[in-house]
């Protein structure tokens, strides 16, 4: 019997620089080079160090200018032609690592939204994930669930099949009334364990992150926190896109290698789905718990925050009359606050304008404060920094004041008003004023 020949493995070619092509365009080709086989001149052009060189395309890809090509030995092209002739055109190996990928990727199916609650109340955040949650099944063409941990909790299934999933885990027992991380997140490796899902979304709440990133930890995968943007890639991949480098960037994230894809989105980043009142899913019970005497936190007493009554949610808020630097100082916020009362709105501010302790920090609008998505946000003396826009650029309309006519929020307002904000918000607010006297 005879030993197959194997087949020759394709040549991969060095990379080489085209005479004449290079525009230095800063060193992207060097940057690129995976085995720092390219150094530059002092001309800003690449030299190749053809005897490291491992063919890898990367250098050729990045180049702007297609200053750079691969280059083969006439033996190398001899076995090119020879594959090419036997049709083997794509007898790229595909290596072990990419089949054992590709079958750990096939064993995980569906997305899933934690929902969280207190008391049986389920925070906001998880049926605007379930929104979000039924445009990546759907592109998936998988199933949207809904996964409940808590005490008495089993209405909040049917409530997540009304915001659009078809099936809800639900974990209802004592041990669960009170969120403790440990409980929580043994209950959840443990349905991940058993179901394995290929997203997993929770709220970037308290206890999201807390929980997102012990199971992330605990399964050994990705998370990407604050995330401003969802979608699905060509290969199932979730893209996950949020704000980097102190927010002067949006990065778009994969977690190619690891499954369950995960990712945490503030409140009010997703848009809230419209409940469809009688829809229905199925209910999937797990009885699974952990002894209470191995849960190391007790809880003794749940006290609630006794300034809740005082405290204004800016993120729920649907009139939002915001301050920055330009306010001047803190005494001169009054001419918001009016015109706020007259919209039945809320005060909220920039970072400069909380960081000068002009407003308290739960008012603050951006990156690192609240996201918020009104009918109507007024900037008032803000100029508009990528930070503040992530926080409120989805609002429904955007109206700016600002006396620099260049000022970068214009470029979200849908109205721009360049002017002293001394003179136009008190204006405004005679002006609606003047229109609700009219109406009456
Ligand atoms: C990691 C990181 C996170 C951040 N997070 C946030 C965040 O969450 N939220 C946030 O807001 N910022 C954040 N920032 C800060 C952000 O980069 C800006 O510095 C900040 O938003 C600027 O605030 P401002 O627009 O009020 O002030 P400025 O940039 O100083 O703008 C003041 C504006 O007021 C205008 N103005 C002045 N006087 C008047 C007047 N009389 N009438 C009309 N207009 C007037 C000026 O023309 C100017 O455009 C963050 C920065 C970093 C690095
Ligand atoms: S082909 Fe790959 S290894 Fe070769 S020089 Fe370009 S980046 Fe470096
Ligand atoms: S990437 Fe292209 S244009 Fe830029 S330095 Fe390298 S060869 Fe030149």
């Not at 086989?37 to 690449?46: F, K, R, V």
């Not at 949207?144 to 997540?160: D, F």
């Not at 939002?320 to 009016?338: A, H």
């Not at 609002?395 to 008003?417: C, M, Q, T, W």
Request: hydrophobic share 40%; proline share 5%; net charge negative.
């Amino acid at each position: 019997m005879s030993t197959p020949t194997p087949k020759p493995k394709r040549p991969r070619g060095r990379a080489q620089l085209l005479a004449g092509k290079c525009i230095a365009c800063g060193a992207r080709c060097e940057s690129s080079c995976p085995v720092n086989c390219i150094t530059m001149n002092d001309a800003g052009e690449p030299l190749v160090q053809a005897d490291k060189c491992i063919g890898c395309l990367k250098c050729v890809k990045v180049c702007p200018a297609q200053a750079l090509e691969m280059v083969f030995t006439p033996e190398e092209l001899a076995i090119l032609a020879e594959l090419d002739k036997a049709g083997a055109a794509a007898t790229e190996e595909v290596d072990d690592e990419a089949a054992a990928l590709a079958k750990l990727q096939a064993q995980y199916r569906g997305v899933w939204v934690f929902v969280e609650q207190a008391d049986g109340e389920a925070a906001k955040v998880s049926w605007e994930l379930l929104g979000k949650g039924r445009e990546l099944a759907d592109k998936l063409g998988v199933e949207l669930c809904a996964l409940v941990i808590g005490h008495q909790v089993e209405p909040l299934c049917r409530e997540a099949f009304t915001y659009g999933a078809s099936k809800a885990y639900l974990l209802d027992h004592p041990l669960y009334r009170d969120y403790r991380t440990q409980p929580y997140l043994e209950a959840c490796c443990h349905l991940i364990e058993q179901y394995k899902p290929e997203v997993i979304l929770m709220g970037a709440t308290g206890m999201g992150r807390d929980l997102a990133g012990a199971v992330a930890t605990r399964v050994g995968t990705g998370l990407t926190a604050d995330c401003t943007g969802l979608d699905i890639d060509d290969k199932r991949n979730l893209m996950q896109t949020r704000p980097a480098f102190g927010g002067n960037i949006m990065a778009t994230i994969m977690c190619d290698k690891y499954r369950p894809q995960m990712a945490t989105v503030r409140p009010h980043v997703m848009q809230m789905p419209e409940p469809q009142a009688g829809s229905v899913g199925e209910i999937i019970r797990s009885d699974f718990l952990i002894p209470e005497e191995s849960v190391l936190v007790k809880v003794l007493e749940v006290l609630r925050d006794s300034d809740a009554s005082h405290h204004i949610d800016i993120g729920g808020a649907e009139f939002i009359v915001s301050g920055g630097r330009g306010m001047m100082g803190p005494e001169n916020f009054g001419i918001l606050k009016e015109l706020a009362d007259e919209l039945h709105g809320v005060v909220g501010g920039s970072r400069s304008a909380v960081d000068a302790g002009w407003l308290p920090h739960d008012r603050q609008v951006g990156q690192t404060g609240k996201t918020v998505r009104p009918k109507i946000y007024i900037a008032c003396g803000i100029s508009g920094a990528i930070q503040h826009l992530v926080g409120m650029q989805d609002s429904d309309l955007i109206i700016a004041i600002n006396r620099d006519k260049d000022a970068p929020i214009f470029e979200v307002a849908h109205y721009g008003i360049v002017g002293d904000l001394f003179q136009v918000v008190p204006a405004l607010t005679r002006a609606i004023r003047q229109l609700k006297l009219t109406r009456n």
